[in-house]
C-alpha cells in the first residue's frame, strides 16, 4: 500500500542508521566524518586545529573515492596565513596515521590537514605536520542529529547506462501512482535541503544562510565552495548596507581576488575603475582574499564564469533585500500556475553596458554575450536555495499554511534544464518507456532523489538494491489513485 510517508519510510529502511553514542566514539562511521568535511557541516567559527591555529576552509576539496587521502585540492588558510592548496585525510582519531602507514606513504606527502574525531593530548604528542583538526566540538547540528543526514548523504555516483530493474515494474504502475510516488520522492528533497539551511541559519542567522546558498548556486558545480567563501568573508546578509551595485561588485570581485592581476596600463577602463574603488578598502580584507587557484574555470563555459556570477549577485544585493522579496512573493496570494514569471521578473539581472558585451573583465568586447543569468539557472537556485529557505523559515516559525503553499510552488515550478544525471536517472528507472519524464522542476528533483538514495548505493545490476523490490510489491497490489498528492509534512527542521 502507498502511503503518504511510504518513500520517506523506503529511504529510512534502505539506509539503516548505525546506532551510536557520544560516549563511545569508536563505533562512529568513518564516512560520517568523510560526508561532514565534505558538506562542511560545521560551525567553521570555531574550527581550529589541536595545536590553537584558526582554520579557515576556502575549499574542502574533491572527494577522492581512489586510493590516497580522503580530499584533493582543497584550500586552507592557517591563522590567516596565505593559503596553501593539498590534500585531506580523516581518520577517527589521530593514530590512524601512523596505523595506516600514511606517514610513510608518498602519496600522503601532499596532506595539509588530518581530520578526526577528537585528538586528546594531540598537541603534546603528535608532530607539527600535518596539523590535526578535531571535529567533536564543531558541527553545526549534534551528531545524533545530524547522524541519520551524514548515513544517507552518499555521492551521487550511478551505475553505468543500463536499464534498473525496477523499470519493468514502475512502468506497470498507474501513472497517478508513479506521480504520487515521484511527489514524495520531491517532497523528501525539499525537507532535506530545508534542514540542511536550518541548521546553518542557527549558527549564522537566517539571512547570512540564504546569501551563503545563493552564492554557491550561483557558483555552480565547480565553483560552489569558493563563492560561499566569498559571502563569507563579506558576512553578507544582505539587510545592513545600502551600497550601489557597483560599490558591491568592487567587493565581490575584489575579495574573489579577480582584481589582483594584470597589467594596469593595458586593463579596460571598466577595471580601472573598480581598481580605484578597491585600493582605497583592499587594506580592510588582508589575509581574506582568494587566490587564483581557488577558482575552476578552465571547465567553465564563458557564459558561467564566476566573475559574471557575482555580478548578479551585486546586483541582488544592492536591490529590495532578497528575503523581503522572497517572503513578500509566496504570501502575495497570486495563483501558483505563474509563481516563477513573477519572482524571475522582480530578480532578473539588468542590463549592464560591459558586460552586456563582455565574458569577462579582461576579454575583448563581444557582440555574442548572452545574459548574465538565465531561466534555466535561475529554476536551479529556486529549487535548492529559495523555496527550500522559504520552507525552512515557515517550518521554524510553526506555520504550516505557509508551507503548503511553498511546497505548492514547488511542484508547480516549470521544468529545468536537463542534464547528463537527469538522463541517466531516466535511463535508470524508465528504460526507453515514457514513464516518468521530467514535467515539472520538481519530477527533476526527485529523480535526482531516487537515484541519490538507491541507485547510487547500487551497482549496474542493482543486486543490492531494494528499489526494485518495492515497486514490484506495489504492482502487485490495487491501490487507490488519488488526483492529488498527500499534504505535507509541517514539522520543523530538527
Not at 539503516?16 to 566524518?33: D, I, K, Q, V, Y
Not at 591555529?53 to 574533491?62: A, K, M, T
Not at 528575503?323 to 514569471?341: F, K
Request: net charge positive.
Amino acid at each position: 500500500m502507498l502511503y503518504a510517508d511510504s518513500y520517506l519510510l523506503w529511504r529510512r529502511e534502505h539506509h539503516a542508521t548505525p546506532n551510536f553514542s557520544e560516549s563511545a566514539p569508536g563505533r562512529l562511521p568513518e564516512r560520517w566524518l568523510q560526508q561532514a568535511w565534505r558538506h562542511q557541516r560545521l560551525d567553521r567559527s570555531r574550527l581550529r586545529t589541536a595545536d590553537g591555529r584558526r582554520v579557515r576552509v576556502l575549499h574542502p576539496g574533491f572527494w577522492n573515492r581512489s586510493s590516497g587521502p580522503d580530499f584533493l585540492d582543497a584550500i586552507l588558510s592557517l591563522d590567516g596565513a596565505p593559503a596553501i592548496r593539498g590534500a585531506i585525510e580523516v581518520d577517527l582519531d589521530t593514530a590512524g596515521w601512523r596505523q595506516h602507514g600514511h606517514d610513510r606513504n608518498p602519496a600522503f606527502r601532499d596532506v595539509i590537514l588530518r581530520v578526526v574525531w577528537s585528538a586528546p593530548g594531540a598537541a603534546a604528542t603528535e608532530p607539527p605536520s600535518p596539523p590535526v583538526l578535531a571535529l567533536e566540538n564543531a558541527l553545526d547540528t549534534p551528531l545524533p542529529t545530524l547522524g541519520p543526514w551524514l548515513e544517507e548523504e552518499a555521492p551521487l555516483l550511478l551505475p553505468q547506462l543500463l536499464t534498473g530493474r525496477c523499470s519493468g515494474p514502475l512502468a506497470a504502475l498507474p501513472p497517478t501512482v508513479v506521480s504520487r510516488i515521484l511527489g514524495q520522492a520531491a517532497d523528501v528533497r525539499l525537507r532535506r535541503k530545508s534542514e540542511e539551511l536550518a541548521a546553518r541559519a542557527g549558527v549564522v542567522g537566517w539571512n547570512r544562510a540564504l546569501w551563503e546558498g545563493v552564492l554557491a548556486a550561483l557558483g555552480y558545480r565547480h565553483n560552489h565552495w569558493p563563492m560561499r567563501r566569498v559571502a563569507e568573508v563579506l558576512d553578507i546578509d544582505g539587510s545592513s548596507r545600502s551600497w550601489s551595485a557597483l560599490e558591491w561588485e568592487v567587493r565581490l570581485l575584489g575579495v574573489g581576488g579577480f582584481l589582483e592581476v594584470g597589467n594596469r596600463r593595458r586593463e579596460s577602463e571598466r577595471v580601472r575603475e573598480l581598481w580605484h574603488l578597491w585600493w582605497r578598502i583592499r587594506d580592510t580584507f588582508h589575509g581574506e582574499l582568494l587566490p587564483g587557484f581557488a577558482w575552476h574555470s578552465g571547465r567553465t563555459r564563458p557564459l558561467n564564469h564566476p566573475e559574471r556570477r557575482l555580478i548578479v549577485a551585486a546586483q541582488w544585493l544592492a536591490s529590495r533585500p532578497l528575503a523581503d522579496i522572497l517572503l513578500s512573493w509566496i504570501a502575495d496570494g497570486e495563483p501558483a500556475r505563474s509563481c516563477d514569471s513573477r519572482l524571475w521578473e522582480s530578480l532578473k539581472p539588468v542590463p549592464d553596458g560591459f558586460w552586456d558585451r563582455h565574458w569577462t573583465l579582461r576579454t575583448a568586447e563581444n557582440g555574442n554575450v548572452g545574459p548574465l543569468l538565465g531561466r534555466p539557472r535561475f529554476t536551479d537556485i529556486a529549487m535548492n536555495i529559495f523555496l527550500p529557505w522559504l520552507h525552512a523559515q515557515a517550518a521554524a516559525s510553526g506555520r504550516p499554511a505557509l508551507c503548503s503553499i511553498v511546497r505548492e510552488r514547488y511542484h508547480r515550478w516549470p521544468k529545468g534544464e536537463d542534464n547528463a544525471v537527469l538522463r541517466l536517472a531516466r535511463q535508470r528507472l524508465a528504460g526507453n518507456g515514457p514513464t516518468i519524464g521530467p514535467k515539472t522542476a520538481a519530477t527533476q528533483q526527485a529523480l535526482l532523489q531516487i537515484a541519490r538514495d538507491f541507485c547510487g548505493h547500487s551497482d549496474a545490476l542493482c543486486r543490492s538494491c531494494r528499489f526494485p523490490g518495492i515497486v514490484r510489491r506495489l504492482a502487485e497490489t490495487s491501490i487507490p489513485e488519488e488526483p492529488s498528492l498527500p499534504p505535507a509534512r509541517t514539522d520543523g527542521p530538527h
